[in-house]
Every structure is written in C-alpha cells, then in structure tokens.
C-alpha cells in the first residue's frame, strides 16, 4: 500500500478564504472498491481572506499587466505562508503540496486560462515540493480546463452515479459508456453572492433571504434560454461569462 501525504490550497470565485486540507492518499488492494485509490480528510481549516485580499483579487482581471503579476507572486507567497502555520500548528509532514490558485480568466475558447498564486513562491517560503497550474495543458491541448477533478471523481468516486459540485460554478461529472463526461452546469454562489451583497450581506446564511423569495417565471426563463444551455459537452464558464450574461 502506498501512501501520499497532501496539503491542498484552494480559493474559490466566492472569495471566501483560502482553504487548506491535509489528506493521506493510499493506492493499492481495494477489495470491492472500483478504484484502487482510497483518501482521507486528516485536518483542514478556512482562513478569511481580510478586505484588502478581497478588494485585490476582486478587481484583479481590471487591473493593468503589472498589478496582476504582482499579485500573482504575493498570493503565492501569501499560502506558502499559510501552509507553514498549517503545518506548524498541527505538526504535519507532507510529501507535497497541491495548489489550484485563484482564477482570474477563464476563456478556453479563445484558448488561455490563468489563475493567480505563483507555485514556485509556494515551494520557496515552504520548502516543500509544490503541484500547480492544473488548467492551462488542457486548455492547451483544446479542452475545457474545467470542471477540475473528474479524474480524481472517477477514482476516488466511482462506485457513485455521478459527482455534483455546487461552488462559484455548479459543475458534475458521471461515466457514460466507458468515458468519464464532465462540464460546468451553471453559476451558483457567484449569482448568490451578488444578490446577497445588494442585500448588504456577506452571504444568504442557513438560505434565509432566499426562502422569503419566489421564482420569476420571466427571469427564469430568459437565463434558461442562454445560449450557453444549447451547448453540448465539454463546456465551461467562468466570471467573464457570469458577468456578461447575469451580471
């Protein structure tokens, strides 16, 4: 049995914080499992990210060229920092460090993707080997870079019909004659989150706002006819789109 060691780093659209989890991934004899890949959850924590973090990385796909390479090595710098508190406070040794960043672009159909939080700033202020840059070779090779995981679905996951993600962007992936099918669905909290700002709220906590709501039947349908729903697999969006089209 093999045993891999991982510290994951993720920020989402939603700018909550940066989430940092420690997991053990094993890899051999399975019995019934339909993957011989096999994980757990060990420690994992949420750090706020303060105003100015906020502000930054809010605005970042309308800052000039300078200010977004900038940000790019701080916000690197800024989780290596992080993850040495993590490990410090609850005494962990992990054999690496995977880290998606911060998307700030995602427009695979004119052929790039970027998010921030430079990896090799990651490794330096760690010392620790660092994964990153997980979108831009798919993209690169003509695909969508996103949903992220339906390779770790299929193998973690695969004894369930399928794998639904409710985050910035609802995404899913299921198998379907032998071939793992993934694409995004549509936005979630980035629609959520707007409303709840106008509404002077970080966020609709336990849904409250939106139980005192009914559905437009109007609105419903004009975001049902997007073209974005005609689509058929692969498919993605991202902020540019949500902005465009719902904003």
């Not at 690496?96 to 700033?121: K, M, R, V, Y």
Request: hydrophobic share 40%; with cysteine.
């Amino acid at each position: 049995m093999k045993k891999y060691k991982v510290i994951g780093i993720m920020s989402g659209t939603s700018l909550d914080g940066v989430d940092l989890a420690y997991s053990v991934f094993k890899y051999g004899t399975s019995g019934r499992r339909k993957s011989n890949w096999s994980f757990e959850i060990l420690k994992a924590k949420t750090i706020a990210y303060n105003k100015e973090w906020k502000s930054r990385l809010e605005n970042l796909d309308r800052a000039d060229a300078l200010a977004l390479v900038k940000t790019h090595t701080d916000l690197g710098k800024y989780f290596g920092r992080l993850v040495k508190r993590f490990i410090s406070e609850y005494k962990l040794k992990p054999n690496l460090i995977s880290s998606h960043g911060h998307t700030i672009f995602h427009q695979p159909e004119n052929g790039f993707t970027c998010q921030a939080g430079d990896g090799s700033q990651i490794a330096a202020v760690t010392g620790i080997e660092t994964v990153c840059d997980f979108r831009t070779i798919d993209v690169a090779l003509g695909g969508q870079g996103a949903p992220l995981v339906p390779v770790g679905d299929q193998l973690l996951f695969g004894e369930y019909d399928f794998c639904l993600n409710l985050g910035g962007i609802a995404n899913i992936s299921f198998r379907e004659k032998k071939k793992r099918i993934a694409f995004d669905i549509c936005p979630v909290n980035m629609a959520l989150n707007t409303l709840a700002a106008e509404a002077k709220i970080n966020f609709d906590k336990d849904g409250k706002l939106a139980a005192k709501g009914s559905v437009n039947p109007l609105l419903l349908d004009k975001l049902n006819a997007l073209d974005y729903y005609k689509k058929t697999p692969p498919k993605s969006i991202g902020k540019e789109w949500f902005i465009k089209n719902c904003g």
